[in-house]
């Protein structure tokens, strides 16, 4: 592999990277210590005078070099050595030479030993190290000591201006970068080791506002370049979307209505919108999706409704055609299960700008699809897509384009992965945010329930007793095929034995495996009420709305993530009557999944669910790589780092406005090469 490459695996591709390619901890070769006073389990420098090398057979074949220091005599020993070595130790000790290593000091049989320490073989009152050696993040095959030489070159020659303006430095208390930087790389002695160890040092506050700043102004700036393009006005109160408001199936919420209204604003703007609706599971946030949608169609625009699953984007039709059919707007679904000439017959429609509204998966923005005047594109549970599915949508809304200068459709992006308002205005700062917090009327919390899987036997009884009443039950299953273990029961077993155990009950089955014919009927048949139980996967997890359904049995809990169960629970809760929801586990539980179930048990709320996700597994596990915003942070987090995100943010407005020059070579200086990500 070349140099580069390796360089690049450490994510530094510019000569500047070196120098932002900041030390994991140092070493301290500033000062000498005697060997009496070695400390025990700490690395030192120790210097004494070469005597004799020998290469020793027992117990292993090894160098070993004897030296002496003060009366005190040192071993030093390595297990892995060159010949070249034993040369060398052997012409210091003819030479009277000294050896200087660095390493932990332990007590041998004949006096102190070091085990293979890194060493230099100087003359008598060699001048020490005046700085901390530093010890950077490294890869194989690329030494500590090349990258380190490499590191500090570029520090060197590198020019160290301050890209910040006086102002900002003196607001936000921040040391200026030139001087930061070098006391990072190489700390004089006497600095604050403990500080630079938890990085709350001053240089380190301001490596990290510096990062912090880059990513918000990259966020910014990326929203500001797509704001300035070109979009279809849509039409926020035109006769379909009046039609439809006055004969709602029923009222919005306040916030319904509130973000609705912000939705319509941004829609009726002659450039793009970039939206994130947020709003938990079940807080209705699909109705809001129709409502832009029929601004698109007012303005005689198509719209496209995205969805991460068959299921989903099958029961958004379903709920699209009952709204909007009786208004005479088309709507159609693209998925797996057309034939290739219904597929073909679908494609030419929306081609032609036949149908207003189309509804599938990713596939929608795959290659053969192409809208004829696109004005929308509303992506749903907008996690669960990855980066490269969001590049495509865009790019595909682009390409579409009919007019010049060409025309860009709006986007809503919607997500029931509610986080706080400080996170969100970091991580989504290119985009602008609505919150739906409030649910809709007559809903009851779900009651959770904690089960281990000895009580079955009461899971199945209470079951049979709520079907019997006319309501009906899912039983979610983590796993699809016998796993390795063997110790999860696959979907298939569980739904036999469900059959088996619940006679006379109507028990279905559900999993990504089956066909799309075969889920569809399944989901029908379930939301009809012709099927009673409702054996699935996770493949029910996101957005399937069956508001009958009151009872929900999640058989290893203990296995799922926080934000899963919180979702799955999500698709009870959903009707007039009190839902329960049983989490069955398997005994013994890990620290993990034990914290995890109490959370779930402690509360229903998404906000705090998602609070306590991110308190136990941290932004970047809980938003993942495919949020825009995370792959831009190597040093700072934002939520150990939430006061200087904040004033990052601050900053980063003030910076665009007085200052675009100095802020475009700040984001330089930090992203090169990496913007790509904020782009998406
Ligand atoms: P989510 O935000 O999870 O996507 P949905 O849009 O699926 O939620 O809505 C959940 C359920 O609530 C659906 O059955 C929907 O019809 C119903 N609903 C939505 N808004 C309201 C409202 N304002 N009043 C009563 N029911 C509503
Ligand atoms: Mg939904």
């Given at each position: 592999m070349s140099a580069e490459a390796k360089l690049a695996r450490l994510?530094?591709?510019?000569?500047f990277d070196l120098v932002l390619h900041l030390p994991l901890r140092y070493e301290d070769e500033t000062a000498l210590t005697a060997l009496p006073l070695a400390p025990v389990g700490k690395p030192v420098l120790v210097e004494a005078a070469v005597r004799r090398a020998e290469v020793a057979y027992r117990p292993r074949r090894q160098l070993v070099v004897h030296a002496e220091c003060d009366g005190e005599s040192l071993a030093l020993r390595f297990f892995n050595f060159y010949g070249s070595q034993l040369k060398q130790f052997e012409r210091a000790a003819e030479q009277g030479q000294r050896v200087r290593a660095f390493g932990e000091v332990h007590p041998g049989w004949f006096g102190a030993e070091m085990s293979h320490p890194r060493y230099r073989i100087v003359r008598e009152s060699e001048p020490l190290a005046t700085a901390l050696t530093p010890v950077y993040p490294t890869t194989s095959g690329l030494g500590q000591s090349t990258l380190r030489k490499q590191v500090l070159q570029a520090l060197a020659e590198?020019?160290?201006?301050?890209?910040?303006?006086e102002a900002v430095l003196l607001r936000h208390g921040l040391a200026p970068f030139g001087e930061s930087v070098r006391l990072l790389h190489l700390p004089p002695p006497g600095a604050d080791l403990a500080s630079l160890a938890d990085r709350t040092h001053p240089a380190w506050r301001r490596m990290k506002f510096d990062e912090l700043l880059a990513q918000q102004l990259s966020l910014r700036l990326a929203y500001r370049a797509r704001r300035a393009r070109t979009a279809p006005a849509l039409v926020s109160n035109g006769p379909l979307l009046r039609r439809f408001l006055g004969k709602l199936p029923f009222a919005l919420t306040p916030a319904q209505a509130r973000v609705s209204a912000e939705v319509l604003r941004d829609l009726a703007q002659p450039h793009p919108m970039q939206r994130l609706l947020q709003g938990d599971v079940?807080?209705?946030k699909t109705i809001v999706a129709a409502i832009a949608c029929l601004a698109a169609a007012d303005a005689g625009r198509q719209a496209a409704v995205m969805a991460p699953t068959e299921l989903l984007s099958e029961q958004h039709y379903r709920k699209f055609s009952q709204w909007l059919a009786p208004l005479g707007v088309g709507v159609v679904w693209l998925h797996g299960g057309l034939s290739a000439k219904q597929k073909r017959a679908a494609q030419e429609a929306i081609a032609a700008g036949e149908v207003a509204i189309a509804l599938g998966?990713?596939?929608?923005?795959?290659?053969g699809v192409s809208f004829a005047r696109l004005g929308l594109a509303v992506v749903d549970?907008?996690?669960?897509?990855g980066v490269q599915q969001r590049l495509s949508l865009r790019k595909k809304g682009e390409a579409g384009a009919d007019a010049a200068p060409p025309l860009v459709p709006h986007q809503l992006m919607m997500s029931a992965t509610p986080i706080p308002r400080t996170l969100s205005m970091s991580y989504y700062a290119d985009l602008d945010v609505s919150l739906i917090d409030e649910l809709p009327p007559g809903r009851r919390p779900v009651a959770t329930r904690l089960v281990a899987d000895a009580r079955r036997g009461e899971v199945l009884a209470r079951i049979r007793d709520a079907c019997a009443d006319g309501q009906q039950a899912y039983w979610v299953c983590p796993v699809i095929e016998e796993s390795k273990e063997g110790e999860l029961q696959t979907v298939l077993d569980t739904y036999d034995l469900l059959a088996r155990e619940l006679p006379g009950l109507r028990v279905g089955l559900v999993h990504g495996r089956l066909s799309a014919a075969d889920k569809t009927a399944a989901m029908q048949a379930f939301c009809a009420g012709r099927l009673q139980l409702l054996v699935a996967t996770?493949?029910?997890?996101?957005?399937v709305d069956v508001p009958n359904a009151s009872l929900m049995v999640i058989e290893?809990?203990?296995?799922?993530?926080l934000a899963q169960l919180h979702q799955l629970r999500g698709?009870?809760?959903?009707?007039?009557r009190e839902s329960v929801c049983v989490l069955l586990y398997a005994a013994p539980l890990s620290q993990g999944a034990r914290e995890r179930l109490k959370v779930v048990f402690e509360t229903c709320d998404g906000f705090e669910v998602a609070r306590r996700d991110l308190h136990l597994r941290g932004p970047g596990e809980v938003l993942?790589?495919?949020?825009?915003?995370?792959?831009?942070?190597?040093?700072?987090?934002l939520e150990r780092d939430q006061e200087l995100a904040s004033a990052a943010r601050e900053a980063a407005e003030e910076l665009l406005a007085s200052d675009p020059g100095r802020a475009r070579a700040h984001v330089a200086r930090w992203l090169s090469g990496r913007q790509d990500y904020a782009k998406v």
């Open positions: 994510g530094i591709r510019s000569r590198a020019e160290l201006e301050d890209t910040l303006p079940g807080s209705g998966t990713h596939a929608l923005f795959q290659r549970e907008q996690h669960r897509f996770t493949v029910i997890e996101v957005g290893h809990a203990e296995r799922f993530g698709r009870i809760g959903r009707g007039a993942g790589e495919r949020q825009s915003g995370a792959p831009l942070l190597r040093f700072a987090d």
